[in-house]
Structure formats: structure tokens, C-alpha cells
């Protein structure tokens, strides 16, 4: 009996270490000057699921900086990250596999088509459910340049290393591996680590796992780490180690997070003061050290302290460093602990990470602004925006995506999102989603439910339709809302109050749902600012009415605390005083601020501009209602005085946008315009201009750069005419519409872009067709080639005049599109402003219009790198000639594409234009100091 006890003992022993645990085992010898690791690793693995299984897959994402074509390349381009496209060979990462064996015996293998950072691997035997496989890896480890991503080896020979040895895949049905993206996102199971770092002496190691044996020889280290139930290793080497540890009661935090120049008992006391906080909300960490970088407080900032240069201190530096330490220690405890997908469901890391921040600022900040220390400053102090706490600004980020009809929702696949939605938008929608939960279910529910569900799943793989069961096991209130709608769809959440009736003793009243949901709704009532009741509406479809008891109500606010993130606030208000108290009066505003709901505002901005060279520098005011968030209808009045021109000069518009959900067709906009400025010395143009614009774009994949837009336009031009102008005809006053269709796909590898556009005038009508393209080649080498086709279908303008005419080199910009700044102008350093349009010609040829029909091609290719030569050629035909063969060829010099770039004329139909007389007059530029086109280099990379 005796025997028997002791055999099950024995069994379930076995048992227990053979299927509790994976096993990853890491000898890395490193050789920091060749930039490589030679790693012998063993991985064990369990077969937890039913299936058999006789192929499996490794994640080798230190291959993936192996090549311009894979994953996290393409991603880098998308998002105009061009470090990685244009480095040398030498700075990129691979990883060379030189065996994987089974038992001894060699296993087939192959990297993915594709996806060369997934390793499919062939078992010798089919694995059984519940069984594990053991293979042994030899591999050497490429370091990548840490300008990347920055992880890998920096220009001061550091080493900063994540996801830098082969990982096994997960199977749980099937296989969940996936490519790096610089995510930070690798889904592995947890498993014991065990690794031996052979480095050399000069450098000091750092890692979260807890340190068992250090060998000191006489050139080199040997560190022996150990670590149970981990899915997450970073390994740091540094020359100088900037990593300092604060031991708490329970565990360690190590951070070289920048410490904003505090004393060490500031920061030992605000590192007590974090750990307190994540334990009291979170529960034990599993873990002895939790590791804090810099590398993830700059990948993952608080947006809000990092605007601002650092001599400008907006806010108090123990609380800048505070916030910086806590939401990176909010990360590392969640990824190490929380086990859930990170590519398919990192909207609940994300709301827990960021609710809890809004709940520390709570507790421990809850005067602090926005704007820090700006908000007490004299004339700021009087913006609506310096009222606003430091935490309203997870709404703000969350609604200027939803406003622009570029929300996603929560529960997309991370890669699949806006780089601002994945960085900003997301994660704060997620977080103030959780705070609007919280106060729909109240009574500390959804915190107490996200405190034991994260005790309970600890280090244990769960998914969020868990967490959903989880919390509705909790309340008895209906919350299908929030999983169906808020977190699964980009559904918008806008109500209004449509009609009061009250008595003497209640009110009734109806609620417009004006989106398409089943979300709830807040209402108060309040005598002045005193909350006498709250009471949260749902189900409304469209409209519905109720009654509530009148008590000493006089205003009825929707909202009013703001727990609900609403698209728009502006009508959420009724007074009971009357009907004319509900109109909101008119507010004044100096320069753009935040939308205030119970004010009509007027926002004036000064503006000091140089549009021209005729009026030179302009000083004026701009009116206009846009605040921070956009809104969807605009205005504007800008009128100025023109010192050069001595003259009142400006511009007004007014337009509307409509936004289309899931749908193709992104937007519409309509609206007029107008303006009046000099287009030659003492010499005016009006222009009125009413338009409607349809823009399109892949409503299930806004990653793409593809865009549509059909334009329809009315042009009412009026010029002075030019006395000295022998025939003043040739400027006459006209009439213009216009239609055109522009298809974009704006890339940093590949971009093309075309455009055909058609005209009808009083005495012409005239299309056009352009083209261009784009490549960046693997060598860096760029080629440019952009095609021009023009004629005219009818055509009785003044044969002596070209103001209407096709031009080889430099339109004459009839309708006011193109930024001259001196359009009028024939000679001169203005005159030589190259715009690219038309016939796209840089050298000034002898025929430079065509009144019937143009067709050029203009190519580019690099010479060293941002030096490129050119050539164009093509044919021009004018009434009554016969068609003429032009072209020129030069050198452009590319400092900012499409933004800032000369053009060095060398041959053309002219001859040697290089040694011709007056060269300096033939060299032609591009330039632009349009803010708005400048912020395009900004919205592309986020966007």
C-alpha cells in the first residue's frame, strides 16, 4: 500500500513538472563589436489544446530588420519613417538558423513566404495533446541599429535588446503568431527562462530576471538569470549603466526613466507612493523587479508633458516624473501579467492602464490643469481651456479622432489602426470608456471586478469576452451596450433635449438619440449649479419621453458631469427660466480655445502673413469659430491691410461637412469662399467661389493612403485691368467651372497620384490628364516621372493672348491654386518660382504656351543622395503651327520633397544653358511656407 502511495506521488510529480511549465533555456555568447550574438537555446512547449499536432511555429522577429520587403519595413514606410529604407545593409538585424534537431535529429524548417520573422518548423513524431516537444536551436543574432525601433545596439555601441531570441508560437485551436511591426506586441506563452550571458567586461547588464550566478574572468562576464512564468524579457548592456532600483516592501522597481532632476528621496518616496497604488488596485506582482525604461516612457509618453520644451516646465517636475513612472509601471504590470492577445485585444490593457491613470490624478492631483502652471499665467488664465483638469484632455485626444471620422473601433486588430488611434485616440477612448462604465454601473463595481479579475487570471491566459462574462456576472444592469457598441463599433454618442413641459409639481420632457446605438444617457437636474437629481435614461432608440419630479429645478443638463465621452455637447442644456435664457449668448474669444457648450464663440486671432510680394507683409484679424476639436460647420473672416499695396485686402468662407461611418464615401463638404488680394503691382482680383467636394477612402482600412476626391467648383474672377496693358482683353473678368477627380496613394516606396481635370469657360473649354510616380528603390535610388496631356476642345479666347493657355514651364494660375508670390512677375528671383503643374518644364523655352493641345513627360532619378537629375520632353502645338519638339534636362537638389527643392537648368532646346549669360536668372525653385501644407509632413506620419 505503502508502495503504491509512494508510486502516485511519484507520477503526480511527474506530472506536474512535465505539463505546468514551458521552458526556454538561452546560452547568447556576445560579440558587441561585430554586432552579434551566437545563442545555443533550448525550447520545451506543451500541447495544451485536444489537437495533434506535427508541424509548429517559432516567432524570430530579430529577422524582420532583415530586409526592405518585410512587415516591420513596410510599416516603418507607411508611415513615413524612411531611417530604415535608406540604411545601409550593414545597421540591419537577421538572424542566420543554422540547426534545429529533435532528439538529436535535424528538423526541417523554413521561413514563411512573407513573414520571415515566423519559423514553420516540421516534429520528428506528431505531438499529442497534452504532450510537449524539446528542440534545440543554433542561431546567430544580428543586432539591428536601435534607430529603428529602438531597440538594438545604439551609435554609442549600448545594447537595448526586446524580442531578441526565438520564441515558440502559441496554439490554442489554432496557431497565433504574427509579424513584428513595431508594436511592441509578440503574443508567447509564459514560460521559465533560464539564460547565460557571456558579454564583454566593459559593459553592465540589466534584466528584469532575478540574477542566480556572475562569473568575472579576466576579459569577459558569464550572468546566469533565472525567471519563472514570464512572457516578456528585456536585456540591457550598457557601458554605464543608467538603471538605478528602489526596493519597495514587496518588489523592486529598476528604471532609468528621466528623473526631471529630483533628490533620491523624491523619487524612493514617489516609487513607494506608485507601488502602493498599482498593489492596492491590482494586486501582487508574481515578480521580484519590475523593469521601467526610458525606451517606454518615449514610445508610450504621457501625451500633454512632452510638448512643450523642457525649459518651458508646464507642470511641477516631481509630478511630470510621477505620471511618467507610474504609466510605464501601469504597462510592464499589465503586459506581464495581464496574458490576453496584444495584436487582437489590447483595448483592455489599454482602458485599465489609462482609467487607472485618470484615478491616480484623481486622488492625488485633483486641482491640477491641463495647462500645469500655464493656467494661472495672466491672459491664458482667461481661455476656457485653463479650466480644464488635467484629465479632460483623454476626452479631448479620444474626440479630435471621432470628430474627423477617423475613430476605429476598440476591438480592431492593433495593426490595423492609425498610428494616433493606436498611440493616443484608443487608448484614451478605452479609459474614458471604462469611467463612463464605472458611472452608469456605480457603487465601485468595475473596479472592484477589474481588481479580482486581474487576481484571479493572473499570469493565467484569458481573453476580454472573459472579462465580459467577468464584470456582467457583477451587475445586474444591462452592459451589452459597451461590448457591442462602444468597444466593438464606431458607433458616436450624441444626444439632446428636444422639448420641455412642466408643472407644478413635474417636468416632462424627450431625449433625441440622434446616432444609431442603445448607449445610455445621464440627466441632472440642477437649481443653478446644484445637482438635485441624476438619473440615467436608456434605451433610446430616437426619441423618448419621461417624467421626473420638479423639486426646485431650473435647468435640465444631459451629461453635466461629462462621464459620458458625447461627440457634441453644444445642445445638452435646457433652461426652465424661459425661452429666450436658452439661447446662448455670443462670446468673444482671443485666439483659437476649447469648445465651451453654453456659448456661441467668436474666436479672434491676430495675423501677420506675406502672401505676395505685391502687398507684401499683411497685418490683420481673423474671426472665426473653429475651436481645438473640429467642427462641421465653419467660418471665417480674415480681413488685413496691405502695407506694401496700402490696401484693405483679405479673404471669408463659410463651409459645411458631412461625415459617412463605415462607408466609402468619407465626407462631403460644401460651403463658398471669397477673397480680394493684388495679383500684380497696384493691381486687384476678386474671387467668389462656391464649391462641393466628395472625398473617398477605404472605410475598412484607413492605414491606406488611398484617397479619392471629386471636386465641382464655380469661379467668378474680377481683376483691375491693367492700363498699360496694350490689349486689355487678354485680362479680361470671367467665368470658370471646373470638375476634377484626384486619385492619391501617397507612400514612401511606392506613390502615384493622378488627377483629370475639365474646364468650361465663356470662351473655352479645355481637359487635362496628370500622372505621377514614384518609387524608391532598394538601392535608395528614387525615380520620378510625372505625364501631362492638355488640349483644348473648344477655344476662342484672344489669340494674342496665353492667359487661358496650356504652359510648357509656368502656368499663369487663372484660378488662383498655386502659392505664387508673384504671379505676375516676368523676370526677377520671383519669377524663377517653379511650380509643378502643366507642362512641368524648369528651363524657359521659346514656346512656353499652347492654345491647342501640350503633352510632356518629366523624369528624375537620384545622383547622390538627395541630388537627382532631371529630363522632360514633349510636344506643343499652338493654333496655326505645326507641333513642336521641347526639352531640358538639369540637376534638382531635393532638401524637402514636394516642399523645398531647386532645379539647375544644364541643356535644353536652348542649348548649353549651364554656360549661357545671366545663368543665376535660369536656376528655378520650389517653396512653400503654407503652415497648413507644412502640417501635412506632420498628419501623414499619424494619420
Known sequence: MKLRLFNCIIYALICFTSFSQNKIDVKAVFDIENKQIKISQTIQYQNTTQDELQTIYLNDWNNSYATKKTPLAIRLADEYKNVFHLAKNKDRGFSVITSIKQDNHDLVFEQLKGQIDIVKVELSAPLKPNDSYTIELEYIAQIPNAKFTSYGITNSGDVNLRYWYITPAIYNGEWQYYSNKNLDDLFIPKSDISLEIEHPNAYVLTSELDLINKTQLPDKQIVKLKGKNRNNNKLFLSKRSDFNTIQSEDFAIVSNIDDEGLEVIDKVLITEKITKFIQNNFGEYPHKKLLLTEIDNVKAPVYGLNFLPKFIRTYPRHFQYELKLLKVALQNYLENTLLVNPRKEQWLMDGI???????????????????????????????????????????????????????????????????????????????????????????????????????????????????????????NKDIDWFFNEYIATRKKIDFKIKKVIKTEDSITLTIKNKQNNSMPISLYALNNDSIISKTWVENITKNKTLTIPKNNTNKLVLNYEKFVPEINTRDNWKSLKGFFFNNKPLQFRLFKDIEDPYYNQVFLMPIVEFNNIYDGLTLGMRAYNTTILRKLFKYKIEPSYAFKSKTITGSASLSKTHYFENNNLYSIKYGIGGSYTSYAEDLFVRQIEPSISLYFRRSNDLRSNKRQILTFRYLDIKRDEDVNNISPTSRPNYKVFNIRYRNSNDNLIHFNKWYTDFQIGEKFSKIAFNYEYRYLFESNRQLNLRVFAGAFIKNKTDINSDYFSFALDRPTDYMFDYPYLGRSESSGIFSQQYIDAEGGFKSKLETPFSNQWITTLNASTTLWKYILAYGDIGFIKN?????????????????????????????????WEIGQRKYDEKIRFKFTVDPQILLGLFRRRWY
Do not use: C
Open 353 to 475: 492602464q489609462i482609467y487607472y491613470l485618470m484615478k491616480y490624478v484623481e486622488i492625488h492631483y485633483p486641482d491640477m490643469k491641463f495647462l500645469g502652471t500655464l493656467a494661472k499665467i495672466w491672459g491664458i488664465r482667461s481661455f476656457h481651456i485653463s479650466d480644464t483638469k488635467f484629465n479632460d484632455k483623454y476626452t479631448l485626444a479620444a474626440m479630435s479622432s471621432a470628430r474627423t471620422n477617423r475613430d476605429q473601433p476598440l476591438a480592431m486588430q492593433k495593426d490595423s489602426l492609425l498610428k494616433f488611434n493606436v498611440n493616443i485616440a484608443g487608448k484614451y477612448k478605452a479609459g474614458i470608456g471604462f469611467k463612463y462604465l464605472d458611472d452608469f454601473i456605480n457603487g465601485q463595481i468595475l473596479e472592484n471586478s477589474i481588481t479580482s479579475f486581474l487576481s484571479n487570471n493572473k499570469l493565467k491566459y484569458t481573453t476580454t469576452k472573459d472579462f465580459e462574462t467577468y464584470l456582467k456576472s457583477k451587475t
Open 879 to 911: 493654333k496655326f503651327d505645326d507641333p513642336h519638339f521641347v526639352y531640358d534636362s538639369g540637376v534638382r537638389v531635393n532638401l524637402v520633397t514636394d516642399y523645398f527643392e531647386i532645379y539647375f537648368p544644364v541643356y535644353s532646346n536652348l542649348g
